[in-house]
């Protein structure tokens, strides 16, 4: 496994992911931007907790902040491995 590649693409669109813990991390607002276009992910994921509790009360259990470098520097960001990002439902 390359640990260097820190982006996937996904039906044409880049997820950024992290090597952290022995586990591959992906951004939650990439994958929601992949799956559903949403013009902003961010509110997307705010929405989608507010209307499923179970969803709200689980999320820390299974989506960590991670820091990633960006053109801005370091931004703190929702991740989730592979398990984590099945546990997220979209609508």
């Known amino acids: 496994m390359d640990l260097n590649k ?4 996904f039906q044409g669109k880049n997820v950024r992911r992290t090597w952290f813990n022995d586990e591959w991390w992906f951004v939650v ?18 929405k989608m907790r507010q209307r499923d509790e179970e969803l709200s009360k689980g999320w820390v259990q299974f989506v ?12 703190s960001l929702n991740c989730a ?3 984590g990002i099945f546990r997220i439902e979209t609508e």
């Open 29 to 46: 607002e990439d994958i929601i931007f992949v799956l559903t276009d949403s013009k902003d992910p961010k509110q997307y994921v705010n």
């Open 6 to 9: 820190g982006l996937v693409i």
């Open 81 to 83: 491995t592979a398990e």
């Open 64 to 75: 960590h902040t991670i820091h990633f470098p960006t053109s801005g520097g370091l931004q």
